[in-house]
């Protein structure tokens, strides 16, 4: 290890700990870009690290923690849409064998759910999508949407007249051709007038931040 | 099946790799026998972290339900699965932490090995292992110089940056940052020597 790793290491130990501030974390991240001896480095002493979690006292969690984590989980979600109903279901089904095949169905079914179509933006212009809308809540499908970088995700944006956005959630795609997510639809829907889909940090962000991949016309 | 304090048969032997590819695949059973085997040592960092059970469940939920989520983004060969579900812990403790401006605990006191078993049942390996690295960290930190431990209570169970602790300690800039590194790395040599690893 020469005398540059050497002087670094402390650097590398304060960002395998969250200890840098933004600026220095940057810097050491750049450097990690195109040094694998140091990437092992910051490697090791993250696993260093998490040895401190088991440093202690181990508490019992209140047994209702697991009975809750079960319960949301065996709630309908992602993948299982018959809470939207069965004129949904179908226009989903519809939508999927839509977005696979380029042969439009010349019949649908005619329901109450609102079909959005959505085009891809400036950052993913391959890729496409709809919103589906029932009763307040939304689904949406999308076709050639890649896997975020690691620390990053999807969010969605309905955006009213005056460029306000309010966030509808947000979602991490699967290496899989189409995925299907759902949709936090504000209360007061009517007022907004596009939708558009943004790669955000973890977790979300206040406003946009990050570059668009999908965009639509709501009205 | 939906009784909480039922262990899942048959999962213990799975090591976590193998649940959280089930779990990508939408096996719920998968995902509880994880809790079993992670969940209270999680929730154990986070109490530590928020000094508070009601926000350290919150934030366990939280971390589960990503898992639940993101299991499928998981790759084995780049990391281990705890080093990435402590870190999740970890960070989201002290977010809350910093949100809720929870006063944090006084400093750690390393207690005496007590009766871990009652808390976590995983298999009896992973019992073992995990009792053999608690008890060789809790060495190593006793071990340590009494500053570099503080300094690096400071920065892992608090999340304070370099500035915050040398503030607080009224150091200079330098030698907290060299006495970071001391300590993680005097813990990972102890670790390591022993052939021990998260």
């Given at each position: 290890m020469n005398?540059?790793?050497?002087?670094?290491?402390?650097?590398?130990?304060?960002?395998?700990?969250?200890?840098?501030?933004?600026?220095?974390?940057?810097?050491?991240?750049?450097?990690?870009?195109?040094?694998?001896?140091?990437?092992?480095?910051?490697?090791?002493?993250?696993?260093?690290?998490?040895?401190?979690?088991?440093?202690?006292?181990l508490r019992p969690p209140p047994p209702r923690l697991k009975a809750r984590l079960m319960a949301r989980v065996r709630r309908p979600q992602r993948g299982n849409w018959q809470w939207l109903g069965m004129g949904a279901a179908l226009v989903v089904a519809t939508l999927l064998l839509t977005l696979a095949a380029p042969v439009i169905f010349a019949t649908r079914p005619s329901v109450a759910p609102r079909v959005i179509p959505l085009q891809g933006a400036e950052a993913a212009p391959d890729a496409e999508g709809y919103l589906i809308l029932e009763d307040g809540q939304g689904l949406l499908v999308t076709k050639g949407l890649a896997v975020p970088p690691e620390g990053q995700v999807y969010q969605v944006w309905f955006v009213d007249p005056a460029e306000r956005r309010v966030s509808g959630g947000t979602f991490r795609t699967l290496p899989r051709p189409y995925g299907v997510y759902t949709v936090t639809v504000p209360s007061n829907f009517p007022l907004y007038v596009r939708i558009g889909v943004t790669i955000e940090p973890e977790g979300g962000s206040p406003r946009p931040t990050g570059p668009q991949v999908l965009r639509g016309v709501l009205r | 099946m939906g009784d909480p304090a039922v262990k899942e048969p048959g999962y213990a032997d799975l090591d976590d790799a193998a649940l959280l590819m089930r779990i990508a695949g939408g096996d719920e059973q998968a995902l509880a026998a994880l809790y079993d085997r992670h969940g209270p040592r999680a929730f154990s960092l986070a109490l530590r972290i928020l000094g508070d059970p009601e926000t350290a469940e919150e934030v366990v939920l939280d971390v589960f339900w990503s898992i639940w989520q993101?299991?499928?983004?998981?790759?084995?060969?780049?990391?281990?699965?705890?080093?990435?579900?402590?870190?999740?812990?970890?960070?989201?403790?002290?977010?809350?932490?910093?949100?809720?401006?929870?006063?944090?605990?006084?400093?750690?006191?390393?207690?005496?090995?007590?009766?871990?078993?009652?808390?976590?049942?995983?298999?009896?390996?992973a019992l073992a292992e995990a009792e053999e690295l608690s008890r060789a960290i809790r060495e190593a930190m006793a071990a340590l110089p009494e500053a570099q431990r503080q300094v690096l209570e400071l920065a892992y169970f608090r999340g304070w940056s370099h500035r915050e602790i040398a503030e607080y300690l009224g150091e200079p800039l330098g030698t907290v940052k060299s006495r970071l590194h001391l300590a993680l790395r005097k813990l990972h040599d102890w670790l390591a020597e022993r052939g021990l690893f998260p």
């Amino acid at each position: 290890m020469n005398a540059q790793h050497e002087v670094f290491e402390e650097e590398l130990a304060a960002y395998a700990l969250g200890t840098l501030p933004p600026e220095e974390a940057a810097a050491v991240v750049a450097h990690l870009a195109g040094c694998p001896v140091c990437r092992e480095t910051v490697a090791r002493y993250r696993e260093t690290a998490t040895a401190l979690a088991y440093a202690v006292p181990l508490r019992p969690p209140p047994p209702r923690l697991k009975a809750r984590l079960m319960a949301r989980v065996r709630r309908p979600q992602r993948g299982n849409w018959q809470w939207l109903g069965m004129g949904a279901a179908l226009v989903v089904a519809t939508l999927l064998l839509t977005l696979a095949a380029p042969v439009i169905f010349a019949t649908r079914p005619s329901v109450a759910p609102r079909v959005i179509p959505l085009q891809g933006a400036e950052a993913a212009p391959d890729a496409e999508g709809y919103l589906i809308l029932e009763d307040g809540q939304g689904l949406l499908v999308t076709k050639g949407l890649a896997v975020p970088p690691e620390g990053q995700v999807y969010q969605v944006w309905f955006v009213d007249p005056a460029e306000r956005r309010v966030s509808g959630g947000t979602f991490r795609t699967l290496p899989r051709p189409y995925g299907v997510y759902t949709v936090t639809v504000p209360s007061n829907f009517p007022l907004y007038v596009r939708i558009g889909v943004t790669i955000e940090p973890e977790g979300g962000s206040p406003r946009p931040t990050g570059p668009q991949v999908l965009r639509g016309v709501l009205r | 099946m939906g009784d909480p304090a039922v262990k899942e048969p048959g999962y213990a032997d799975l090591d976590d790799a193998a649940l959280l590819m089930r779990i990508a695949g939408g096996d719920e059973q998968a995902l509880a026998a994880l809790y079993d085997r992670h969940g209270p040592r999680a929730f154990s960092l986070a109490l530590r972290i928020l000094g508070d059970p009601e926000t350290a469940e919150e934030v366990v939920l939280d971390v589960f339900w990503s898992i639940w989520q993101h299991a499928g983004t998981f790759m084995p060969e780049r990391s281990r699965f705890t080093t990435w579900l402590y870190a999740m812990v970890r960070n989201r403790a002290i977010d809350a932490l910093r949100r809720r401006r929870v006063r944090p605990p006084r400093a750690y006191e390393i207690e005496p090995e007590s009766a871990e078993a009652a808390a976590a049942d995983p298999t009896v390996e992973a019992l073992a292992e995990a009792e053999e690295l608690s008890r060789a960290i809790r060495e190593a930190m006793a071990a340590l110089p009494e500053a570099q431990r503080q300094v690096l209570e400071l920065a892992y169970f608090r999340g304070w940056s370099h500035r915050e602790i040398a503030e607080y300690l009224g150091e200079p800039l330098g030698t907290v940052k060299s006495r970071l590194h001391l300590a993680l790395r005097k813990l990972h040599d102890w670790l390591a020597e022993r052939g021990l690893f998260p």
